[in-house]
């Protein structure tokens, strides 16, 4: 479960440090905190792709809404670590759209997600088809 | 799926105030600040059954250790929501116990999620048995 | 300085359990989140003298905004405390308002801080003159 | 990286995005969140430095503890903005450390901040004097 190609096509990956901040008195990463740091991963892959928040809202007036999520945690990841945060995306409907997401270090991963996101229009945030551009970018 | 009785037996219910720290620029709570309300009310619920945690540490020597969880964001909830963020014993074995999580508007679930999480000893980080005043406690 | 009256006139005081979610692997409450525990007795207390956001914002079409803010920590909160965070009025000027606010366990001050805010109108931003019914709240 | 013009002598500075997990209901950074920035600006500083975390422990068993803090929110930082977020010693004695912290967006202060620090020993968490290769390091 752990030992899957570092490199997947198709895969982002963040670097992501832990500060203090991200820690608990248990003296590992709080564990919601997790899901902060793969947010941060989905928002610069998008960004990699061409796709910047500023865009999706002007140009397609659309946002990515999140209905459901997973987490595993395998091991825990400790204050000053240097993790890895990759975002892929496992599944793509019409309007939604499942991302996998792992957190690792030293290519072990501590925490496995997913997270699924609906496309909706801001105007009266109702799911919308993903615009092709976007598609065609998540399938590399 | 969110019509279920309020008061399912042994469920905890804490309130909780949406302020502007848990909020995010979508005008909304942001999705991972659920996961620490109900940590909130996990907490509570072990006080209230006279399980606080000092007591876990010094009289057995445990610590509840979080495996994995899912969530389902329903509706969200916004600044100034008050909350009630529930937990309840779904499944419980020798070390291992899923915690059913809600967390309600006015009757209606916005938020619905499990916790999973394995009872470990604090000297070598191994699950152990569930102590039967805990575990009795559980069962109400 | 830590050994002024608990009930200074006027002073609000809030409940606030610290929770592993607002530690750090030092064990201690992590610094930034003291902040975040004052700003829940600043809206605790805005609502039990009558003035909860939405009224603030539907009967005044203001908010306030905190302009700055200074910290002085002198002992750290642990996990599983329960804290009292208290809010007064320091100070208040047209728009502006200096409030005090103290960070207490077993009626010791852990941290003690000030917080500046401005009283803003909601369509333009600029300040404004804090309406005379929340100015006789806040004088008691 | 750390090379903007602005650049005080012996200024660090850490590029810093903001993601919807910084951000309030009120489409802004919430305050709290610029001291964690602060944070993260700082220890990347120290370990550029050659002081990471793990050497402050092992190689002189010491940690940095804050005392106090001042912050001047001056200007919002948005959603999405790439902050530089900078750290220079202001004040330094045997054992104290004033770090003098900006959050800047296009070279202009959003918001700008002092962090009192002590060096303690961590056996007994008493001041003690910073260690002369770190207070030469900060000397530049």
Same mark, same amino acid.
């Given at each position: 479960?752990?030992?899957?190609? $570092?490199?997947?096509?198709?895969?982002y990956s =963040?670097? *992501?440090r832990? %500060? %203090?901040?991200?820690? #608990?008195a &248990?003296?590992v990463v709080y564990?919601s /905190? %997790? +899901? #902060?740091?793969?947010?941060?991963?989905? %928002?610069?892959? =998008?960004?990699? =792709?061409g796709f910047? @928040? &500023? /865009? =999706?809202? /002007?140009?397609f007036?659309?946002v990515f809404?999140i209905?459901?999520?997973? +987490?595993e945690?395998? $091991?825990p990841?400790? @204050?000053?670590d +240097?993790l890895?945060v990759?975002?892929r995306?496992?599944e793509?409907? $019409?309007? $939604?759209? *499942?991302?996998?997401? /792992?957190? @690792?270090?030293?290519?072990a991963?501590l925490?496995?997600?997913? *997270?699924?996101a609906?496309c909706?229009n @801001?105007d009266?945030?109702?799911? *919308? &088809?993903i615009p092709a551009a976007?598609r065609?970018?998540?399938?590399g």
């Amino acid at each position: 479960m752990t030992t899957h190609p $570092r490199s997947a096509p198709h895969e982002y990956s =963040l670097a *992501v440090r832990v %500060y %203090y901040q991200d820690t #608990d008195a &248990g003296g590992v990463v709080y564990h919601s /905190r %997790y +899901l #902060d740091f793969m947010e941060r991963a989905r %928002y610069e892959w =998008l960004r990699a =792709l061409g796709f910047d @928040l &500023g /865009r =999706l809202t /002007r140009d397609f007036n659309i946002v990515f809404v999140i209905r459901s999520a997973t +987490l595993e945690f395998l $091991r825990p990841a400790r @204050l000053d670590d +240097l993790l890895q945060v990759t975002a892929r995306v496992a599944e793509a409907g $019409r309007s $939604r759209v *499942v991302i996998a997401q /792992r957190i @690792l270090r030293d290519h072990a991963a501590l925490v496995e997600g997913t *997270v699924n996101a609906v496309c909706v229009n @801001l105007d009266n945030w109702k799911p *919308v &088809g993903i615009p092709a551009a976007i598609r065609h970018a998540f399938e590399g």
